[in-house]
């Protein structure tokens, strides 16, 4: 099926909608829902940014089942307390359904649980693969996801308080990253040292 | 000092005016990049005084950046519409970004091949256009300028979900890597859509020339990545170039097929094309747009050797309302276009032969 608004994209967004017995329907690409969500608050009378949203959350629910099928609009879906999440930007859940788009980096914490479902729906992965600040250079990704896992078990090593794996870790990340830049790895450790004083303060 | 833009439209538009015989299936190829700076409000709900400091913050960064040398720098308000206009036809501003100039500016390379705007709908855009199907150049490219600016800004980063844009769609790599391509033996052939439904398929989008709702008008079309997160930068532009890659067998396997099987409607198409554009008066934008394509298709082909590839590059941006009306010197009526539009593609065909 051929996207409705830009009639080139195979749309993947299937919306219907039955309000005074008439059905409506609206088959749309990816990509226009999240062009369109900012530009136009609402096309033949569909809120894109809340389809955007709201649908991937509930093939989710439904257990992955809506890809292919027609999810529903269910308005109800949202419960009270992600209604009315606010960030310290001033950003908020109504604004961010409006737009489809967040206000500040912070944002992303704050509306993490409306963003879980939808990230997965959108992208290949969840988990950032590429370039991080201040590398040039990883030709074929590989060193990204080797320190990607090694950075999961410090973490985890950090909240069992086991520090001195997770110093081992630290320095293993680190010397892969020397492998690309010196930057990234100082600027990283440093955040390490920190959260080990704080926890051992606390 | 003289108006950037009057120097900028003294260029040839290099991506596209460059592209040499080896570059007629894939046109150019561009990759973009968005970063926001940290721990700062994005530019949807930053005030004006925090949209002023990032301009300032981004200009000083690029002004000691080695990649990019002596580059022009335009506030967007005090362009008129007609310049924005233009800028967008060169494809170096979005669309939305030529319609709605908030606090926001541009800095383009001199010879147009890097351009970063300030405050779209993140602090940053960058990206980098070269002729030709060349990703990984491109990439590393604007990788390198990146890199360059990002000893100076801070951006907004995160461990596992890397570089914060202000739309989810394009947060992790915050890149999108497109390639244009050129395919008027499919379009002839009538496989132009099956093949985009194809692709879509493949998780790439596909697009107009010009973006959104141009269709594939003079039978260019955009394909690029949808998803920025879960792949690194490099893993992305690699599944691109593969269906890039087939996309071009198709199309030169439907010339040669073309050739071989109706070799007189494609002469005929090509011929009716060239004629058209060659004696007109008048002539709309797409009607233009789409006689090009055939010409470029008997250009590339050899069927017609009397035309310089160039110059039918050129005439692709020339044509277009924002250019025709900077050539004409004032404001034109759509009628008043397509008459100027006539007059200098019979021109350029003229001097060509």
Known sequence: MICDICNINEATIHVQELKNGKKKTLNICP?????????????????LAEILYNISSQMIKNGEEGEGGPAILNPDFVSDDVAHLKCSCGWDTVKFRETGRLGCPECYKTFAILLRDALKSMHKGTFHMGKQPGTIVDTNGQIATKILSLQKELEVSVQKEDYEKA??????????????????ATRKTKKITTQKTKKKNG | MKNPIDKLILNRVSWLADCGPDDDIAISTRIRLARNLKDTPFPLAASEEVLQKSVLAVQLASEKSKSLKNP???DMQDLSDLERAIL????LISLDFSVRPRCSALIVSQHEDLSVMINEEDHIRMQAIHSGLQLLDVWDRINKFEASISDQIPFAYDQNLGFLTSCPTNVGTGMRASVMLHLPGLALANQVKPLIQGINKLGLAVRGIFGEGTDNLGNLCQISNQSTLGESEVEIIKRLEMVIAQIINHE?????????TSKNLLLDNIGRAYGLLKFSYIISSKEALNSLSMLRLGVDMGVIKTVDIHTVNELFILAQP???QKYAGNALSQAERDEIRANLIREKLKKNN
């Open chain 1, 31 to 47: 990509h226009c829902a999240s062009e369109h969500s900012l530009a136009e608050k609402e096309i033949n009378g569909f809120n």
């Open chain 1, 167 to 184: 110093a081992e870790l630290r320095d293993l990340i680190n010397s892969l990253r020397s492998e690309n830049t010196t930057k990234a």
């Open chain 2, 72 to 74: 022009f720098f335009m």
């Open chain 2, 88 to 91: 967008f036809e060169r494809r």
């Open chain 2, 252 to 260: 030169k396997n439907a010339r040669s097929k073309l050739l071989e």
């Open chain 2, 322 to 324: 924002a250019h025709l």
